[in-house]
């Protein structure tokens, strides 16, 4: 984001007023278009409030500007009194389209963290640059000779890459698969995009765990899809609802993650599989089974997914890079029947024609390579530790004000405050004490739940970020 340059010699308002100048000469700001307020505008760019007021009265002296009480600042409809002409109404043009934005409280933080990079980030779901496997793929990168061949590959994938993880599957995830079965995507919200727009109509009903990531994912809604709540505990989801769900609403797909589910933590225990097995198979209904985090299992054995004891064919398998070493990379995979992987496939030739083919020979150079199983290895041992630094740091901050079940695998924290409070209000109290979460009600649970995502800060950040969010809920408490 521009910032003044506090060094240059032209006086603060100027440089911003020329700023915004361009800006609405560029076409960023139309004619009619309202400008951010002057407190906004002043908190982004680090100034006082009074030198954007004169910044603003500079460029209304220009007629470039104008403002009026209650309705705010806005760009002149005549700029230099040139003969007005019509311009595309882009507001309504962003309002506008059936695929929605995402939820406001992701979006307030996302804004946050590009105002403020220091801010303690116990939101985002990526890991942090230490627990990557940086050094590895930097060497796997000088020692391997890269296709010269830049042009589109298999829609399908990189056929090297499949294979890769056609073996990758049966060693750690004891799924039987085959290469033509595998679809790579450009991570799991592109497998599930696909899967949505193309398996699904509008209308449809389909069920998806409460809470749930699925519900911070709005193109569930602009698939136009109905979601229907099957209840998480400690033992995971409940899947006794899933009849009644079928037989009121002829939900069509089971979504679910049953590994360290997010936001949870939850491990889907042995007998609920069984039952979530056996209902489906009973009705006919596919499962779409999310699995990011299985190979982070503190203890080094991960439960298998429900994929490995599918023996009816039922299940979608997603899987990704980004949880277990670089979301940067951009890899996800599919695993379904091939008349599914090739309808997907087309669809997303469609949209793009293809992933690139460079990072999916990184990607299979590192799944064969003698580097991932230390890399996971030191990548559980290091979460273990921040889990535990994040606990302690709530026990010794919050004591008698917030309530979790220890996970024993995953990035995710799922806390109840005790009492609950506003989650807006929790959110932007927090923020101003140096530290940002995910409010519970992203992903469907009432006010009073938070979820904190411990892969990303670093660890001397998360004691301080811990004491932050106590101050700020302290503050709304009392």
């Not at 308002?13 to 951010?36: C, V």
């Not at 198979?281 to 429900?306: F, K, M, N, Q």
């Not at 959110?427 to 938070?450: A, M, Q, R």
């Amino acid at each position: 984001m521009w910032k003044p340059d506090r060094q240059s010699k032209k006086p603060l308002y100027e440089q911003i007023a020329d700023h915004l100048e361009q800006r609405i000469s560029y076409g960023e700001f139309p004619p009619g278009s309202l400008l951010p307020s002057e407190r906004k505008l002043a908190e982004q760019l680090g100034v006082n409030r009074s030198t954007v007021i004169l910044a603003f009265a500079e460029l209304r002296s220009l007629g470039i500007i104008e403002s009026r009480s209650g309705s705010g600042t806005r760009v002149s409809q005549y700029k230099w009194g040139a003969t007005p002409k019509h311009t595309p109404n882009w507001k309504r043009y962003a309002e506008g389209g059936s695929f929605l934005p995402n939820v406001p409280f992701l979006r307030r933080i996302r804004e946050a963290l590009n105002q403020n990079p220091t801010l303690v980030d116990f939101a985002s779901g990526e890991l942090s640059a230490d627990l990557a496997p940086m050094d590895e793929i930097a060497s796997l990168m000088r020692g391997h000779h890269y296709t010269s061949y830049l042009g589109y590959d298999n829609p399908q994938g990189y056929t090297p890459l499949r294979q890769a993880l056609e073996k990758y599957l049966v060693k750690y995830r004891d799924i039987q698969t085959t290469e033509s079965s595998i679809l790579i995507t450009s991570g799991s919200q592109q497998s599930l995009f696909l899967i949505t727009q193309c398996l699904l109509s509008p209308g449809d009903a389909v069920a998806i765990e409460d809470p749930s990531y699925c519900y911070s994912l709005p193109m569930f809604q602009s698939a136009g899809l109905r979601l229907f709540r099957l209840p998480v505990d400690r033992d995971g989801v409940q899947p006794e609802e899933i009849r009644n769900l079928y037989k009121k609403h002829r939900i069509k797909m089971i979504f679910t993650n049953p590994n360290f589910q997010n936001p949870t933590g939850t491990v889907l225990n042995d007998e609920r599989r069984n039952k979530l097995l056996e209902i489906a198979a009973e009705l006919g209904l596919p499962i779409v089974e999310d699995d990011p985090y299985s190979l982070t299992d503190y203890a080094g054995v991960p439960r298998p997914p429900l994929k490995s004891m599918d023996t009816t064919g039922s299940i979608i398998y997603i899987g990704s890079f980004s949880k277990i070493a670089a979301s940067g990379l951009r890899i996800g995979w599919m695993v379904a029947p091939n008349s599914i992987v090739e309808r997907l496939a087309d669809a997303r030739q469609q949209m793009d024609f293809g992933l690139s083919v460079i990072p999916q020979q990184v990607a299979g150079q590192f799944l064969k390579s003698e580097h991932f199983e230390p890399h996971l290895d030191r990548l559980r041992m290091q979460l273990l530790y921040k889990r535990d630094l994040l606990i302690e740091a709530l026990q010794k901050e919050l004591p008698d004000l917030i309530q979790f079940n220890i996970p024993q695998g995953g990035h995710h924290l799922w806390c109840k405050l005790v009492p609950a409070v506003n989650d807006a209000k929790l959110l932007e109290e927090s923020i101003k004490n140096g530290v940002v979460f995910v409010p519970g009600s992203v992903y469907g649970s009432d006010s009073g739940f938070v979820r904190f995502t411990f892969a990303r800060a670093k660890a001397e950040d998360i004691g301080p970020g811990i004491a932050g969010f106590a101050k700020a809920l302290r503050e709304l408490i009392h």
